[in-house]
C-alpha cells in the first residue's frame, strides 16, 4: 500500500487539488431536469463561479470572506432547504422586496411584471413533460429572461404577498409549472448558495442519442 501511493502521489496530489478548486473557485453541474427551461435543457453542464457571492471554508458552507451580493435575475446554484439536494433556479426577489404572484403573473414591490409571446420552443417541455410548452419573455424589475408556462398542468400559479427577510431570497424555475422552487421549498437563505450559473460549458441530447449538442457549447446564460 505504501509503495502504491509513493508511486501515485502526483495523481492523488492532483485530485485533491480538483476537488478543492472546485468546492471554493468553480464547479460544473450536469442538469438531469428540465425546472429551466427553455434557457437550461437536460444535458447541459453548467458552469457555476462559486466565488461569485462568498468564499467557503473548502467542503463547508462556512463563509471567510463576502464577495458579492446575489442579484435579481441571477441563475443559481443551492442547497435545498428542505433535503439539501442541490438545485439550479433564478433569484427572483432580494432581501427587503415585496412579491407575490397572481395567476401565473408577478407582482414585485406593487409592480406588475410584463410578459410578451415568444416563438414556441422547438424541444419537449421537459424530458418528464411531452406537452407543448407556451414561452414568453417576463419583464420585472429591469430584468428579462425567457419563461415557460406548460398549459393544462396544475402549479401554485398564486401565493399571497410576502416580504424577503435579510439573508434569504425567492427562487423561481424558468419552467413555472415543472418546478420545485421557493413555492415548494421555501426561501433560501444566502448561507445555502453554491455560486453563480454563468455558462453552458457543454451539452449532450438525452433524446437524441446522447449526440452533442454544439451549438450550445460555451453559451452565456441570461
Same mark, same amino acid.
Given at each position: 500500500m505504501k509503495n502504491w501511493l509513493r508511486q501515485n502521489r502526483g495523481f492523488l496530489a492532483f485530485l485533491l487539488l480538483l476537488g478543492l478548486f472546485r468546492t471554493a473557485v468553480a464547479d460544473w453541474n450536469p442538469v438531469p431536469s428540465g425546472s429551466m427551461h427553455p434557457n437550461i435543457l437536460e444535458g447541459d453542464v453548467v458552469l457555476v463561479n462559486r466565488l461569485a457571492?462568498?468564499?467557503?471554508?473548502?467542503?463547508t458552507d462556512h463563509v471567510l470572506l463576502t464577495l458579492g451580493k446575489p442579484q435579481r435575475g441571477d441563475i443559481v446554484t443551492f442547497h435545498s432547504p428542505r433535503d439539501g439536494v442541490r438545485l439550479i433556479k433564478r433569484?427572483? *426577489? $432580494? /432581501?427587503?422586496?415585496?412579491?407575490?404572484?397572481?395567476?401565473?403573473?408577478?407582482?414585485?414591490?406593487?409592480?406588475?411584471?410584463? &410578459?410578451? *409571446? $415568444? /416563438?414556441?420552443?422547438a424541444e419537449r417541455a421537459a424530458l418528464d413533460a411531452p406537452w407543448q410548452a407556451?414561452?414568453?419573455?417576463? &419583464?420585472? *424589475?429591469?430584468e428579462q429572461h425567457a419563461i415557460q408556462w406548460l398549459p393544462g398542468v396544475a402549479a401554485r400559479d398564486n401565493f399571497a404577498e410576502l416580504?424577503?427577510?435579510?439573508?434569504?431570497?425567492?427562487?423561481?424555475?424558468?419552467?413555472r409549472d415543472n418546478s420545485a422552487d421557493s413555492r415548494y421549498i421555501g426561501l433560501v437563505p444566502r448561507r445555502?448558495?453554491?455560486?453563480?450559473?454563468e455558462r453552458v460549458l457543454l451539452s449532450v441530447d438525452m433524446l437524441g442519442a446522447w449526440w452533442p449538442r454544439l451549438e450550445r457549447f460555451g453559451q452565456t446564460l441570461v
Open positions: 457571492y462568498d468564499f467557503k471554508l473548502p467542503l433569484i427572483v *426577489a $432580494l /432581501p427587503g422586496d415585496r412579491i407575490a404572484m397572481r395567476d401565473k403573473q408577478l407582482i414585485l414591490n406593487g409592480q406588475v411584471a410584463g &410578459y410578451a *409571446a $415568444l /416563438p414556441t420552443p407556451q414561452a414568453y419573455r417576463e &419583464y420585472i *424589475a429591469g416580504s424577503i427577510p435579510d439573508g434569504h431570497y425567492l427562487v423561481l424555475g424558468d419552467n445555502l448558495l453554491i455560486g453563480k450559473a
